[in-house]
C-alpha cells in the first residue's frame, strides 16, 4: 500500500481537523440561496480551508488570472438528489414496498439521468460566461468546460486563490460556487476549482511485481507445523511468552476458502458476474490466472469468464505506480475466482489513481448493468477526498443500488489511521452509507478446511533477538480499518446495532473476511526476480483480499437468488444478525504465528528472518461481541448464500 510521505500525512491530519461540523450533511443536502438570490453549491468548499477568512487571507496567495483550468459540472439527476437516494434506499430495504424490484441501466437512464434541457440550460450558462465547453460524459453525468481563472470566478461567483496543501501548489475557491437559481436546479456539484490530486491507495500488503516469494517454514494449514526449531530443524526457537507458535500457513487456496466460508454447496456464481475495478491493466492477467486455478484447483476460465474493460489511454504513472496496481488486481481476480469459480469476472482499468478517473470507471459499471456485484480494494487515507467529489461518487452508489449491484470497498489497512495520518478517522469511500465497508480478520483454517477461528485482524510485530533467545517487540504493525465518518450521519440501517458511543456518524466496517497477511491467500503472478522474469507465488493479505473474497461468496448468494442482485447489502447484514458469525476478541494478547521472511526477498542466499505477528491488536480499535470497528457484524456464513429478494413485480417487467 502506498503512504503519502511523513509531511504529507501531518498536512492531511491538519486539515481534516478544521472540517465544520456544518459539513457533516453537506453531501446530501440541498442547494441553499444565498441573500443575493444566487445559488450556493455547498458541496465545492473545500473542507480542508480554515473557517476563518482572515486565516484564509493569510495562507493564500494570488493566482494568474489567465491561468486554464478544466471543470466538470456535474448534473443534477432528474428528479433530484433526495429522491434518488430514497429510492436507492428503499429497493434494498427488506420490508420496503419496492424492496427487490430493480431497474435496469436503460431503465434507471429513462428515470434519472440528467435531461437535454438541463445539460442545454448548463451549456448556455458556461458558454455565455466565456467558458469553451469541450464535451459531455455518456448519460449527461456532467459537462467538462476550460476557461481561465478569470472567467471560472465570474461563471461561479467565487474567488481562486493559491494555496500549499498536501504538498501541492493548487488553486482553490474561498467560498462555495454560487449559480443562478435556473443553472444551479439542474447542477449537482462543480469538480476542479478545488485542484488538489488526492490519489487513491490500494489495500493490499505487498508491491509485485519485484520478485517476492514467501519463506519456509510455513503451514499449508493453520497450526501443521510448531515454531519450535529454527528452519534447519536442529535450531531451537523460544517461546513466544511461554507459549510455542505455529508457523504461518503458506498461504491458503480456493478450495480452503471455499470449505470454510461456503460449506458443502453445489453453487458456484454460474450465471452471475463480478466486477472488479482497479487502475491500469496487468498485461498477463489471464495466463497469471489461468494458471494459478489449474494449479490449486479452481477450474479453468471458460472462453469469455474473464473480460476486461479499458480506457483509451492511462496517465499520471509516475504519480500511481502502475506496477504495484498490477499485484492489486492480480489478487482481486484470482480471490473472486477462488471463492466463484463459475461467476463471470468483468475487470474495468481506470487510467489513474485519482479521483476523476475512477468517478469515469465506476460509472462505466453502472452504466453497462452486467454485474451483480463490485468489488473495490482501494481508498484514500481518511476522508480527504473533496466534498465535490464525493457528492459525485454516492449517485453512482446509488445508481448501483437501485440497479441490484452491490458495491464493496475494502474498509483500510492502516487501523484507526492515527499512525498513518496523525488523527484517527475511517477512509473513504469505505465510508460512504451506499457501500458495504468489508473489514477483516486473522483467521485460522484447520486440516478439515473448517474455520479454527476468527478474530480481528490487527498486528503487533516481534523480531528474533540476535541471541536467538528471545523475541523483541517492534510495535504496532498493521490492521483492518474502521471508525465513525466525519462526512456522513449514522444511517438508518445501523441504529440499534452500532453502539451508542458510535452513533455520531455513519460507522466502519460493516463485514469482514479474511485479511490478515499472515492467514492471507496465495496468489500467483509473473514476478521479475534477479534470475529473470516468471511466475511464482505468495502470500498475500489486507483488506484487498476481504472484498473480493466476500464479492466471489455474493455472487454464490446472487445465482441462489435466480439471479437477481441484492442491491446495497447493508440493511439486510443489519436486519438479520444471523447471516454472520459475530467475531470475538483474541483469547490471549499472546496469541499469533511465527513468520518466515527472506533477507532478500527471494531465496535464503542472503539469510533468514524470525518474526512473531501477533492476533487483534489493532491499534485503538477493539474487536468486541457484537458489532465491532474492526469486523463490523461479523463474518458471513452459510446462511448469507440463502439470501432472497421479491421477483420483479408483473409492473416491473412490463416496464421492460
Not at 480542508?48 to 495562507?59: F, N, V
Not at 481563472?149 to 474567488?159: C, E, G, M, N
Request: hydrophobic residues 35%; contains cysteine.
Amino acid at each position: 500500500m502506498h503512504l503519502r510521505s511523513r509531511r504529507a500525512r501531518l498536512l492531511v491530519a491538519a486539515s481534516t481537523l478544521l472540517v465544520p461540523a456544518s459539513l457533516l450533511a453537506t453531501v446530501q443536502t440541498a442547494n441553499a440561496a444565498p441573500a443575493s438570490g444566487l445559488v450556493a453549491l455547498p458541496s465545492t468548499l473545500p473542507r480542508w480551508l480554515p473557517t476563518s477568512q482572515a486565516r484564509i487571507a493569510s495562507k493564500a496567495a494570488g493566482v494568474d488570472e489567465g491561468k486554464t483550468l478544466e471543470v466538470r459540472v456535474f448534473l443534477a439527476p432528474k428528479g433530484g438528489a433526495d429522491a434518488l437516494s430514497t429510492a436507492a434506499l428503499a429497493v434494498s430495504t427488506p420490508g420496503s414496498a419496492s424492496y427487490g424490484q430493480f431497474l435496469t441501466a436503460d431503465q434507471f437512464h429513462a428515470s434519472y439521468a440528467p435531461t437535454a434541457a438541463a445539460e442545454q440550460t448548463v451549456r448556455s450558462y458556461l458558454t455565455g460566461q466565456g467558458l469553451t465547453v469541450s464535451g459531455t460524459a455518456p448519460f449527461r453525468r456532467y459537462v467538462t468546460a476550460k476557461g481561465t481563472i478569470a472567467q471560472l470566478d465570474q461563471a461561479f461567483h467565487v474567488s481562486l486563490r493559491s494555496f500549499s496543501h498536501l504538498d501541492q501548489k493548487v488553486v482553490a475557491p474561498t467560498s462555495a460556487a454560487e449559480l443562478p437559481a435556473q443553472v444551479a436546479k439542474a447542477v449537482l456539484t462543480v469538480d476542479g476549482l478545488d485542484t488538489t490530486q488526492v490519489k487513491m491507495t490500494r489495500h493490499a500488503a505487498t508491491e509485485p511485481p519485484a520478485g517476492f516469494r514467501n519463506a519456509k517454514p510455513c503451514s499449508r494449514y493453520y497450526g501443521q507445523v510448531a515454531a519450535s526449531k529454527q528452519a534447519d530443524f536442529k535450531t531451537a526457537l523460544p517461546k513466544f511468552k511461554d507459549t510455542t507458535l505455529s508457523y504461518a500457513p503458506c498461504g491458503y487456496t480456493g478450495p480452503q476458502y471455499r470449505s470454510a466460508y461456503e460449506g458443502d454447496t453445489s453453487l458456484t456464481g454460474a450465471g452471475t458476474t463480478v466486477a472488479i475495478t482497479d487502475a491500469y491493466r496487468w498485461q498477463l492477467i489471464a495466463s497469471d490466472a489461468e494458471k494459478y486455478a489449474a494449479q490449486h484447483g479452481d477450474g479453468s476460465y471458460a472462453a469469455g469468464q474473464l473480460t476486461e474493460n479499458l480506457p483509451a489511454s492511462y496517465n499520471s504513472e509516475d504519480l500511481c505506480d502502475p506496477s504495484g496496481w498490477s499485484g492489486e488486481e492480480t489478487l482481486d481476480v484470482e480471490a473472486v475466482h477462488a471463492m466463484a469459480p463459475g461467476a463471470k469476472i468483468r475487470y474495468y482499468a481506470s487510467s489513474s489513481c485519482l479521483d476523476d478517473d475512477f468517478l469515469d470507471t465506476l460509472a462505466r459499471v453502472a452504466d453497462e448493468g452486467v454485474a451483480q456485484v463490485v468489488s473495490n480494494s482501494w481508498g484514500d487515507a481518511g476522508e480527504v477526498t473533496s466534498s465535490d467529489a464525493v457528492t459525485a461518487y454516492e449517485t453512482i452508489f446509488q445508481q448501483a443500488a437501485l440497479q441490484g449491484i452491490s458495491v464493496l470497498f475494502s474498509s483500510g489497512d492502516n487501523g484507526d489511521e492515527l499512525q498513518n495520518t496523525g488523527l484517527k478517522q475511517a477512509d473513504y469511500p469505505a465510508t460512504e452509507p451506499f457501500v458495504t465497508a468489508v473489514g477483516g480478520t486473522a483467521t485460522g483454517i484447520g486440516a478439515d478446511g473448517q474455520r479454527v477461528f476468527d478474530t480481528g485482524w490487527g498486528t503487533r510485530t516481534y523480531s528474533l533477538a540476535k541471541d536467538a533467545k528471545s523475541w523483541t517487540p517492534g510495535g504496532y504493525l498493521y490492521g483492518a480499518g474502521g471508525g465513525v465518518s466525519s462526512l456522513f450521519n449514522q444511517p438508518s440501517y445501523q441504529r440499534g446495532v452500532v453502539a451508542k458511543q458510535l452513533s455520531g456518524g455513519r460507522a466502519v466496517p460493516d463485514v469482514a473476511m479474511d485479511a490478515d497477511p499472515q492467514t492471507g491467500m496465495l496468489v500467483g503472478q509473473t514476478q521479475k526476480f534477479s534470475d529473470g522474469t516468471y511466475y511464482s507465488e505468495y502470500r498475500i493479505g489486507g483488506t484487498s483480499l476481504a472484498s473480493p473474497l466476500l464479492a466471489g461468496m455474493t455472487a454464490l448468494a446472487v445465482q441462489n437468488n435466480q439471479g437477481r442482485g441484492f442491491g446495497l447489502l447493508n440493511p439486510v447484514i443489519y436486519k438479520r444478525g444471523s447471516l454472520v458469525d459475530d467475531v470475538l476478541p483474541v483469547k490471549s494478547p499472546d496469541w499469533g504465528v511465527v513468520r518466515v521472511n527472506y533477507n532478500n526477498s527471494e531465496n535464503a542466499d542472503d539469510g533468514l528472518s524470525y518474526i512473531v505477528r501477533t492476533f487483534g491488536q489493532d491499534a485503538s480499535l477493539p474487536t468486541s461481541k457484537g458489532w465491532d470497528q474492526v469486523t463490523g457484524r461479523g463474518v458471513p456464513n452459510t446462511s448469507f448464500l440463502k439470501l432472497t429478494t421479491p421477483a420483479p413485480t408483473a409492473a416491473a417487467v412490463a416496464k421492460r
